[in-house]
């Protein structure tokens, strides 16, 4: 590892992700991290790069593959390439972190988890939302307890915009599960849990896109002694709501990221019923439904302000990985469950079954 333990870092691409999310918290942990070199296609772009980081800037991603000085390679390239580069990084002796979708296929991560094994390198994906803060509240308050047996995780990442770019595209592995499903189908599934396939069930819709990918996306996960999952990305929702609504057997949660609310009851301090077959009747002798005045306990949670960032606590937990041998939190085995379900979600919905969109005609 590098001198003091500062990883120095090559990262392939200087586009939305690899200048706006990696650059950019990169240049703010010195400490921890240098940026030695970066590759972009554009000329524009690597000239910005050599002048904000000090760094090299070749036009191809090889010329950061022929560094000796470089202990980390971080994947920002075209969600397409994502497999063939951080691969070829890995058999030339590098440790990488890839931008997600990792893949589209299961097969194709078994390719990555193979290279990674036979060369004994670390291969992260940066399913950086895992910790964000209202997610690791949610997460807190669904594993304590509280609200008793989950029956239900209601998820959703919606909005309403029209998109014309590169990732509407199927070639370029676009569409909404693929750049935006990464993110909460990571979460859900550290809810519902990594150790099984679920089944699936998933419907897709083309709406507000001009590529011929989905933008609309309905998914239920089911399997048995498990909550049911519910995810909605859509990108034709005029008024979305909150991003998470958790059913429970003893109370529920609502949350957004800027707020977690949650109530949940003691069964020991309620009323004592007993199961009747007998008309209910009030005291006027009028019939009515079974009605009780359950004693809440109701809390709510908001983010510190200035509090570290999703991409700052997965920049720290790869850090610990690099130098001091911790394993990672985010495995390869949960990156291929996440894809095994979204490549199931393709195979119900070709292109063919799916509507056609009335934009860019």
């Known amino acids: 590892m590098a001198k003091k333990d500062i990883i120095r870092v090559g990262v392939v691409g200087q586009g939305r992700s690899g200048k706006n999310i990696h650059c950019r918290h990169l240049v703010t942990v010195p400490d921890k991290y240098r940026i030695v070199a970066v590759s972009d296609p554009l000329a524009e772009r690597r000239k910005k790069a050599e002048q904000d980081y000090g760094c090299k800037a070749y036009a191809s991603h090889k010329g950061l593959l022929k560094h000796d000085d470089i202990d980390l390679i971080v994947n920002a390239s075209p969600s397409r390439l994502h497999v063939p580069l951080s691969i070829e990084a890995l058999k030339a002796g590098f440790n990488v972190l890839c931008e997600k979708p990792l893949a589209?296929?299961?097969?194709?991560?078994?390719?990555?988890?193979?290279?990674?094994?036979?060369?004994?390198?670390?291969?992260?994906?940066?399913?950086?939302?895992?910790?964000?803060?209202?997610?690791?509240?949610?997460?807190?308050?669904?594993?304590?307890?509280?609200?008793?047996?989950?029956?239900?995780?209601?998820?959703?990442?919606n909005g309403?915009?029209?998109?014309?770019?590169?990732?509407?595209?199927?070639?370029?592995?676009?569409?909404?599960?693929?750049?935006?499903?990464?993110?909460?189908?990571?979460q859900l599934l550290q809810l519902f849990g990594t150790d099984i396939m679920p089944e699936v069930t998933c419907v897709m819709d083309r709406a507000n896109t001009f590529g011929d990918a989905e933008d609309h996306v309905k998914l239920l996960l089911k399997a048995?002694?498990?909550?049911?999952?519910?995810?909605?990305?859509?990108?034709?929702?005029?008024?979305?709501?909150?991003?998470?609504?958790?059913?429970?057997?003893?109370?529920?949660?609502?949350?957004?990221?800027?707020?977690?609310r949650w109530k949940y009851f003691d069964p020991k301090a309620q009323p004592k019923q007993n199961l009747t077959t007998e008309p209910l009747e009030n005291e006027f002798g009028v019939p009515v439904y079974c009605r009780e005045n359950l004693k809440?306990?109701?809390?709510?949670?908001?983010?510190?302000?200035?509090?570290?960032?999703?991409?700052?606590?997965?920049?720290?937990?790869?850090?610990?990985?690099?130098?001091?041998?911790?394993p990672l939190e985010v495995t390869l085995q949960h990156v291929r469950q996440q894809i095994a379900i979204i490549e199931e979600c393709h195979r119900q919905n070709p292109p063919g079954r799916m509507p056609k969109a009335e934009l860019g005609k």
Not at 165 to 178: A, F
Not at 240 to 257: E, I
Request: aromatic share 10%.
């Open 296 to 326: 809440w306990t109701e809390r709510s949670w908001e983010p510190k302000k200035g509090g570290k960032s999703p991409v700052a606590r997965y920049y720290e937990m790869l850090y610990r990985t690099l130098t001091q041998g911790a």
């Open 224 to 260: 048995k002694g498990r909550p049911t999952v519910d995810l909605e990305i859509s990108s034709c929702c005029a008024y979305p709501g909150d991003s998470y609504n958790v059913y429970g057997t003893r109370g529920g949660l609502s949350a957004g990221r800027g707020e977690v």
């Open 160 to 186: 309403f915009s029209r998109r014309w770019d590169w990732q509407t595209l199927r070639r370029n592995y676009g569409g909404n599960l693929l750049n935006t499903g990464p993110h909460t189908l990571d």
């Open 104 to 157: 589209r296929k299961t097969a194709e991560v078994d390719k990555v988890i193979r290279a990674a094994r036979n060369t004994g390198k670390v291969m992260a994906v940066f399913q950086n939302n895992r910790y964000a803060a209202h997610f690791l509240q949610v997460r807190k308050v669904v594993e304590s307890g509280k609200l008793g047996r989950i029956v239900m995780i209601k998820a959703a990442a």
